[in-house]
């Protein structure tokens, strides 16, 4: 088994990964003293094919359970189901007692853990990843939230798990379209902070949704050690995580949710990137050409749809939290596994890199 320390004094906490971890979930959660009645929060896909079994497990352990579903997809992110439910844990008998298990995408995850930081002030809660883009990245490091109408993640806040079980082989039950768009994460990984990690990369197949569990747990140590040195974005290292993020989420926001697939809007965000690494940082052409190869072969998007318009992607641009006070600081790559913030971006600069993915 491939573990995964997050040293965070009080709050840290193992992510363990492996192949049939799902099945050992009731013990680990054991192992690691959480005691209560379980909240399962889990959306429509994910439930039907998981949720009874974990259920199961827990119940022969000694936990009471209840299981909770919101609909699959990015508009489940709302306020709106954070509310219902609150108000369903309260009528099912949770209290501060009770912990939260987030099973499935970075979308439960996200909502489960906002839930699991405002019920009761706070109570604890494990992630259980179903994703390539929740295993890799978003169920580590304790940023929660929910999306409203003005951008992604603007209500949210920092609270970490207690454990997270990261099992690839809950990724075989997911439609290729949303494996492959995962592998963005993976690839912004590479990107910043491990050139080696190309290689692995280039070196497995789209098709095969069984993944090296060590190339699972490599991409979830570099987001432990960034989510370590800066684990509320104060110092700027965590702000390298956001490489094609800035753009990404303005495309994303720009559509209806679910229209683009987070993945997917982060693959365009990330050629942008790359034009503006090459402007600003001397990044070579060679190095986007990898970087863009590797995008093609996990079959994301790279060109930019007519129907999304450069001016409402920037006004989403421009409410994104990661701008204070107006201030642009873009992550650029100055070569592969080497990204630093900068503010010389300027916002023409912006608007000519979307334009460009067209």
């Not at 179903?130 to 949210?156: A, M, R, Y």
């Not at 491990?194 to 990369?201: E, G, I, P, R, V």
């Not at 641009?317 to 204070?324: G, L, V």
């Not at 992550?331 to 503010?343: K, M, N, Y």
Request: one cysteine or more; glycine letters at 8%; aromatic letters at 6%.
């Amino acid at each position: 088994m491939a573990n995964v320390q997050v040293d965070l004094g009080t709050r840290s906490y193992e992510v363990l990964c492996d192949y049939g971890l799902l099945d050992q979930a009731a013990e680990k959660i054991k192992a690691i003293g959480l005691s209560g009645k379980a909240a399962i929060i889990s959306d429509s896909n994910v439930s039907p094919i998981y949720s009874a079994a974990l259920c199961r497990k827990l119940e022969e352990a000694g936990y009471a359970t209840t299981i909770h579903e919101v609909p699959a997809g990015e508009a489940s992110k709302s306020l709106t189901n954070c509310e219902l439910l609150c108000r369903e844990l309260t009528q099912q008998g949770h209290d501060r007692s009770s912990f939260v298990i987030a099973l499935g995408g970075g979308v439960v995850g996200d909502l489960a853990g906002f839930v699991a930081s405002i019920f009761y002030r706070g109570v604890p809660f494990v992630q259980i990843p179903t994703t390539i883009v929740s295993l890799v990245d978003s169920s580590v490091g304790g940023k929660t939230g929910v999306n409203i109408p003005e951008g992604k993640n603007l209500v949210g806040a920092f609270h970490q798990p207690k454990l997270v079980l990261a099992d690839p082989a809950t990724l075989a039950s997911l439609p290729g379209r949303e494996y492959r768009e995962g592998y963005a994460e993976a690839i912004k990984h590479a990107a910043i902070r491990d050139l080696s990690m190309f290689d692995a990369l280039e070196s497995i197949s789209p098709e095969d949704q069984a993944p090296p569990a060590d190339l699972i747990a490599r991409n979830i140590a570099i987001k432990a050690r960034v989510v370590e040195e800066d684990e509320k974005e104060t110092a700027g290292t965590r702000a390298l995580l956001n490489f094609g993020h800035t753009i990404g989420h303005g495309i994303e926001a720009a559509v209806p949710y679910g229209t683009l697939l987070h993945g997917e809007a982060i693959s365009l965000g990330i050629v942008a990137a790359l034009k503006l690494s090459e402007q600003y940082a001397d990044l070579s052409p060679e190095d986007s050409a990898r970087v863009i190869a590797l995008l093609e072969k996990f079959q994301l998007p790279l060109t930019l749809d007519a129907s999304i318009r450069t001016e409402v992607v920037l006004e989403k641009m421009k409410r994104d939290k990661k701008f204070s006070g107006g201030n642009i600081k873009f992550v650029l790559l100055r070569q592969l596994g080497d990204a630093f913030v900068s503010d010389q971006v300027t916002w023409s600069a912006i608007e000519e890199a979307i334009e460009g993915l067209r």
